[in-house]
């Protein structure tokens, strides 16, 4: 199974220069997934009841873009914390800006048990703003009338409850698969 899915992530591009630290947000692409994440990992930052918190030997990024950066890799389907921490080396922005200190597996792990509710919440904005995208272009006005921003359309019951639990699927998903790279 686990070769299964490392074949699986292998073939997944992921952006995570964007999450470097100091790296603007990508003007004109407010719907890109990494956009997206970027914003919502940063609100849920804000709005956290308690700080985000690294481990001691996570590297040098900062609390916030690993947030983003984990929540982005399991938004991807990447879950399995080697895999992210290989994806992560490989990537010459985000290694450059953290002077080559980038998370160990074992950091990456402890961090998703760390900030297990901020990832969530994270997840969890970012796939209610990707289905209220969709909403808003699904009621594309007629000409003349004004467009609905993504922001103002509202999501029903269902569809919240599902974000909600597509999110915690994807967190119980990694701490699994973590779980059973060990054995």
């Known amino acids: 199974m686990r070769n299964e899915h490392r074949d699986s992530s292998d073939s997944t591009t992921l952006h995570l220069d964007q999450f470097a630290a100091g790296t ?4 004109g692409t407010e719907t890109g997934l990494t ?5 919502a990992s940063a609100e849920a930052a804000e709005q956290s009841s308690t700080p985000i918190l690294v481990p001691k030997e996570g590297g040098a990024l900062p609390p916030k873009e690993m947030l983003g950066a984990v929540s982005y890799c399991y938004a ?10 290989r994806k992560m080396m490989h990537d010459p922005t985000l ?12 950091a990456i792990r402890r961090f998703r048990r760390l900030n297990r ?3 969530q919440q994270t997840l969890e ?13 699904l009621l594309k006005p007629l000409p003349g009338q004004p467009t609905i921003p993504p922001a103002q359309a509202t999501l029903d019951d269902s569809t919240v409850f599902y ?7 994807r967190v119980q998903q990694a ?3 973590d779980n059973m790279s060990k054995d």
């Open 35 to 39: 956009v997206v994440i970027k914003r």
């Open 95 to 106: 290694r450059e800006s953290v002077h080559g200190e980038v998370p160990d597996a074992n």
């Open 117 to 119: 509710t901020a990832i």
């Open 24 to 27: 603007p947000t990508q003007i």
């Open 76 to 85: 991807k389907g990447v879950y399995e914390s080697e895999e992210i921490e």
């Open 163 to 169: 974000v909600k639990r597509e999110a915690e699927e």
């Open 175 to 177: 701490a699994f698969i």
């Open 125 to 137: 904005k970012a796939f209610g703003f990707i289905r209220r995208k969709q909403k808003a272009d």
